[in-house]
């Protein structure tokens, strides 16, 4: 067995060498960290760091164009935002997008399509009610500004 001496190795001749590396693992370190983060949190990462920040959910095919408006609204606005447009019935959707630990989720109807707002939820099923695009997208950056 090689005895170790500072930077070299004494192997069993008696002579020193010195070692080389065969294997860097700086990839593998930064997936460590991330699969620390992500169980740290349960899943259920903070707004700034989730790589999905908000999800917008349509109830019926009639408001897929306003979707779309508030889709991009919010990701102008710098955030990563998941447009679902399926034809699923809403309760599925939001089950769905709850299970995937979101921080937000937009249900878009005729009524919030008519009134220009969204209803929304935030994770863990909190009913947030429904109020404007402008007030939501103040609530998401002071959520970003504050790292919550």
């Not at 080389?20 to 899943?43: K, P, T």
Request: hydrophobic share 45%; glycine share 6%.
């Amino acid at each position: 067995m090689p005895e170790r001496l500072g930077a070299e190795f004494v192997n069993e001749a008696g002579e020193r060498q010195t070692p080389i590396m065969l294997h860097r693992a700086i990839v593998g370190s930064l997936e460590r960290f991330i699969g620390i983060l992500i169980e740290q949190h349960a899943g259920a990462l903070p707004t700034w760091l989730a790589p999905e920040q908000v999800s917008v959910l349509t109830i019926t095919d009639s408001q897929a164009d306003y979707a779309r408006e508030v889709a991009k609204t919010l990701q102008n606005q710098g955030l990563r935002v998941n447009l679902d447009l399926r034809n699923e019935k809403i309760t599925y959707k939001i089950r769905e997008h709850s299970l995937q630990k979101l921080p937000y989720i937009l249900v878009v109807g005729d009524k919030e399509k008519a009134a220009g707002a969204v209803a929304v939820r935030a994770r863990g099923n909190k009913d947030l009610g429904v109020m404007s695009l402008e007030a939501f997208a103040q609530q998401i950056a002071s959520d970003i500004a504050q790292k919550a």
